[in-house]
């Protein structure tokens, strides 16, 4: 289970405000915080949701977002002023040196005076559609892999940036969130596949809902509603 600690490069928080030209509300625009900050079971002190019933709570208390994905969207995507900073996916947490392929279900990482425990990887939504100002942006971003990931709060405590993830425990090493992410994307209808991950008591009642449901009817949800409209999404 050897993993160098990570520095977080940023800690990013942001209040609920319109959305680009959606006529929508949205806090996915977050700004680096200047200190340290109270993480409770919730979230960060000070971060907002526009839509609590698909964004934030427990299992969804943290983002984290690699940074080192930035030079790949700014090669596909141009200099866009929205990734000159970190905070442009709608993180709350910025570093380099891990990402989908490093991180595992159920990983427990001491945050500064914090215990996080990794719950799922991100489902984009459309809202990055209009962060971004480009149709078919959280499509883009679901096929690169390069989604982020969640954590739950085990112990609530305060968070700096500068402060380090240090890993404490790894229950899944063979459940990497870049091959979790394959199943779900690739669309896999293996029932055994989807029935084991359905089963992962780490992963977030979510998904462990979802991949139960595929096994059980041998089909995959619709994703137009979440990809492309605020109807039904799921980020």
Same mark, same amino acid.
């Given at each position: ?25 949205? #806090?996915? /625009? ?5 200190? =340290? ?8 002190? &000070? *971060?907002?949701? @526009? ?91 679901? #096929?690169? /892999? ?5 954590? =739950? ?8 940036? &500068? *402060?380090?993830? @240090? ?69």
């Amino acid at each position: 289970m050897p993993m160098e600690p990570i520095v977080i490069d940023a800690l990013l928080t942001g209040p609920v405000r319109p959305l680009g030209d959606s006529g929508k509300t949205s #806090a996915i /625009g977050k700004q680096p915080a200047p200190g =340290r900050l109270r993480l409770g079971l919730e979230g960060l002190d &000070g *971060d907002e949701q @526009a839509d609590r019933r698909h964004h934030g709570g427990p299992e969804k208390a943290l983002h984290h977002y690699a940074r080192e994905h930035y030079a790949r969207w700014r090669g596909e995507l141009g200099e866009l002023p929205v990734l000159a900073a970190p905070g442009a996916f709608g993180e709350n947490l910025s570093t380099v040196g891990m990402t989908e392929a490093d991180v595992c279900v159920g990983d427990i990482f001491r945050a500064g005076g914090a215990l996080i425990q990794v719950s799922q990887a991100r489902q984009p939504c459309w809202k990055l559609n209009h962060r971004f100002g480009a149709p078919g942006m959280s499509a883009r971003v679901q #096929a690169s /892999g390069m989604t982020g990931w969640y954590y =739950r709060v085990l112990e609530p405590g305060w968070l700096s940036p &500068g *402060d380090t993830l @240090a890993l404490q425990a790894r229950p899944h090493p063979q459940w990497t969130l870049a091959r979790v992410q394959d199943i779900l994307n690739r669309r896999v209808l293996d029932a055994g596949i989807l029935r084991t991950l359905a089963a992962l008591p780490e992963l977030s009642p979510n998904w462990r809902a979802l991949f139960e449901k595929r096994a059980r009817l041998g089909e995959v949800e619709d994703w137009k509603p979440r990809l492309e409209g605020e109807a039904g999404a799921n980020r």
